[in-house]
């Protein structure tokens, strides 16, 4: 489950759904900065990168 942190009122909360649905639960910053309520192509890419290959920290372990 990817999330926007800016969003996530309770991150415990949303781990806890996350878990109780098999996923595990990534915070990436994906939504857009124009004030819009969409989410940036290339950050949601980069999140999607980081959800397919287990890069669950801050910095990807190599």
Do not use: K
């Not at 996350?18 to 989410?39: E, F, I, K, M, N």
């Amino acid at each position: 489950m990817i999330a926007d942190p800016g969003w996530v009122d309770d991150v415990g909360d949303l781990e806890r759904v996350a878990a109780g649905l098999g996923a595990r639960l990534l915070l990436r910053q994906v939504r857009a900065d124009d004030g819009t309520a969409r989410h940036d192509p290339l950050r949601l890419a980069a999140a999607y990168r980081d959800a397919f290959s287990a890069t669950w920290g801050d910095v990807a372990r190599g």
